[in-house]
Every structure is written in C-alpha cells, then in structure tokens.
C-alpha cells in the first residue's frame, strides 16, 4: 500500500459521502475478522459499483494490490483518516429543545468519535441542568466555553428563525465547522464549513421514487 | 417547452438531490417575480456550475430555450413534478421521543408538502394524545391506519434495537416507502424503497473538509 496522498484539490462530495458509507463497511468486515476484500465485494456490500469504488478510492493513493484486493484493516484505517475520523471531534449543539435533546441520544455520533460535550439554550429552566451526562449552559456562556475547549464544530437545532443570529455569535467565538437543521438560508464568512441537513430532501428522493417506478 | 419525458431509466441520486435543490432556489426566485433565469443564474444561486444544471435537467427533457433561459414558473413546477411534489404525501411516524416529536415540528417537511398524520408509539402514557394537532396511536393500529389513510411512506424514529422490527411491520402493513433515522443496517424487500437517514455523515463532510483545507 501506498502512502496517503491527496491528487486532487477538488474531491466531489458524493465520493467523500461514499468513503464515509465504505468505512462502515469496512468497520463491519473488521470486526467479522475478513483480511482482505476486492472492489466487488466492497461494492456488493454497500450497493454501488465496482469501478465507484476505485474511482473513489483513486483520488486518494492506490490502496489495494491487483489480483489480491485490498487489506481489510489498512483501507478502514486509511478511509477514516481521509474523514479526519483517526481523532475524536467534540461537538457542542446549539438548542436543547426536542430535536438537540433527540442528538444527544444519537448512537450514529459516538460510533463515528463525535463526541457531545454541551448543550447551549436560553431556557432558564434548562441551565444548569444535564441531558444525561451532557450539561446545558447559557448561549451567553457559548463563546467562553468554545475558546476554552477548544471546540471546532456545532450543531444549530434552534427554530429556523434564530438559525443566523446564532451561527453568527458560533462564528465570532471562532468555530470552524457548522452542521445546521434549520430550513433556511444560512450564510457564513467563506472561510466557516457550513452544511445544511435538510430532512425533506430524504423525503423527496423516496416521492421520486415511487413516482418514477415502472 | 418540450413535454416531461424520462430519457433515461437510471437517474443518480445526486441529481435527484440537486433537482429538489433547483427547486428550492426556483421557489425563492418565484416568490421574487422573477420571470426566466439560465442555468448560469441557477448554477450561481445553488453553488454548483451551469454544465452541471444543464446536465441534471436533460435526463427529463428540454426546458429552457437557447439564449433566453428557462421560464422560472414552468421549470419549478416541472421539477416539482419530476420529484413526485405535485400532490401533498401523508407521512406517519413511528416513534413519539424527541426524535419524533422534533419531527412533527419541522418546518421543513411541511414547505415541501409532506403532511405528518399520526404518530405510533407503545407508551400508554402517550396513546391517545396529541402532539399539537397530531395523534398518537398505538403500534398495534398501525396496520389498520395505513389501509384505511392509503399513507405510502413512514419516517422510523425508534430506538435502533426496534428499527428491523417496526419496519418489517410496516412492510407487512404495505408502506411502499421508509426514511429511516436508525443507525443500522436495516433489510427491506426490494420493491420497498427505503432511505437511510445517517446524521453522522454530516459531520464527516465537515470534518473532512477541515481536515483537508490549504
């Protein structure tokens, strides 16, 4: 195997969405005790195409030996280190309401090394408290906590129409990385890591589906 | 205007996602006034580039006319109709925690025209009451409901140990589509469209874009 080396700049985000699905493959080959696996078998397993799955994996190195596949163990390494995932990452969310109460239970995050350090909210009842192990504290104690421990990524789960004025304060306490659920147009100095998870477009893709079936 | 035909058979997903992102862009610049735009315009709008929009809108056809564009009205609603959006879709969950009941709140599912009907869950204490406007069921009427309501898709917000269970109940119940928050390997017969919602996937975009930034 080759050492990682990243040969273009621009790498599309449905590949990098896919090495995050190969990696969770991998992680189950891993753990089944598999030594090594072909581009097929990977495809195989999580619905893709042979040729996806080097193209993908081309962008990064040669990883795999002809006629003998990959190592199991060194490309799940590899991959998680393209992700950025061979650390864990504390995350702080923003909004203890249902949906910021509903993450802090998400097993999907620990599983991956992101780990929940705080809740923020203006809720008087909520601060001071816990949400399990997570404490919640005063948005008015975000920018404090952020620099003090070194947090680089939030979770915006406030209403929609709060979604810009916090991103705006998470953005001058100097976080890098913003994950917002709020269906709104959001808008960040080019230099902050934005992504927008918008739920309906998992409902959508389903709707064309069934649409377009037959 | 051509008439919408499907050229194609195998439509990517990516450009699934990035019609309902056209869409919503189309939605703004109707709500705007905004008589015709070109895919330059909509590239800009939606951070993509025009080749690619062109690209996306050809597997269903020619919308826009050479050197004036697209009619910003007619493709919006053509897009919204290619994504299956010209009729409002009943939507069920199964699961009343704080997944589920951020789910009945968000706005998002609504704009789109996804209409959350009723929520299943087996805790006594909630069976028979509402969240807002929406009932809560017992897991046991679920099969009548879907019948009776003809609802075609569910959103599965239980806790991952239950997620094979629920579903497989609902494919029972003849749900012909699933968007699925557990995460875990869920199995569907393969005339059911199933999506797998994973949240951590977010993150990993992030983390490998700051990973991989200069």
């Given at each position: 195997?080759k050492?990682?080396?990243?040969?273009?700049l621009?790498?599309?985000?449905?590949?990098?969405i896919r090495?995050?699905?190969?990696?969770?493959?991998?992680?189950?080959?891993?753990?089944?005790?598999v030594?090594?696996?072909s581009?097929?078998?990977?495809?195989?397993?999580?619905?893709?195409?042979?040729?996806?799955?080097r193209?993908?994996?081309?962008?990064?190195?040669?990883?795999?030996?002809?006629?003998?596949?990959?190592n199991?163990?060194?490309?799940h390494?590899?991959?998680l280190?393209i992700?950025?995932l061979?650390?864990?990452?504390?995350?702080?969310?923003?909004?203890?309401g249902?949906?910021?109460?509903?993450l802090?239970q998400?097993?999907g995050?620990?599983e991956?090394?992101?780990v929940?350090?705080?809740?923020f909210?203006?809720?008087?009842?909520?601060?001071?408290t816990?949400?399990?192990?997570?404490?919640i504290?005063?948005v008015?104690?975000?920018?404090?906590y952020?620099s003090k421990?070194?947090?680089?990524?939030?979770?915006?789960?406030?209403?929609s129409?709060?979604?810009?004025?916090?991103v705006?304060?998470?953005?001058?306490?100097?976080?890098k990385?913003?994950?917002?659920?709020?269906?709104?147009?959001?808008?960040?100095?080019k230099?902050?890591?934005?992504?927008?998870v918008d739920?309906?477009?998992?409902?959508e893709?389903?709707?064309?589906?069934?649409?377009?079936?037959?």
């Open positions: 195997m050492a990682l080396k990243i040969k273009a621009k790498i599309p985000e449905a590949t990098i090495l995050s699905v190969y990696s969770r493959y991998l992680d189950y080959l891993v753990k089944k005790g030594a090594t696996v581009s097929g078998e990977i495809a195989e397993g999580v619905n893709s195409s042979p040729a996806q799955v193209k993908d994996l081309a962008y990064f190195g040669e990883f795999g030996t002809r006629g003998v596949g990959y199991v163990q060194n490309l390494k590899e991959i280190n992700l950025g061979e650390q864990k990452w504390g995350v702080i969310i923003v909004g203890g249902n949906l910021g109460t509903a802090t998400y097993k995050f620990q991956r090394g992101f929940i350090k705080a809740i909210d203006n809720d008087e009842d909520k601060i001071g816990k949400l399990g192990d997570i404490p504290y005063a008015s104690e975000m920018e404090e952020i421990e070194k947090i680089k990524m939030a979770i915006v789960a406030v209403p129409r709060y979604a810009q004025e916090v705006n304060k998470l953005v001058e306490a100097d976080i990385a913003i994950m917002n659920f709020a269906p709104r147009v959001i808008t960040v100095p230099e902050i890591e934005l992504r927008n739920l309906a477009v998992n409902l893709v389903l709707t064309f589906n069934l649409k377009n079936k037959n």
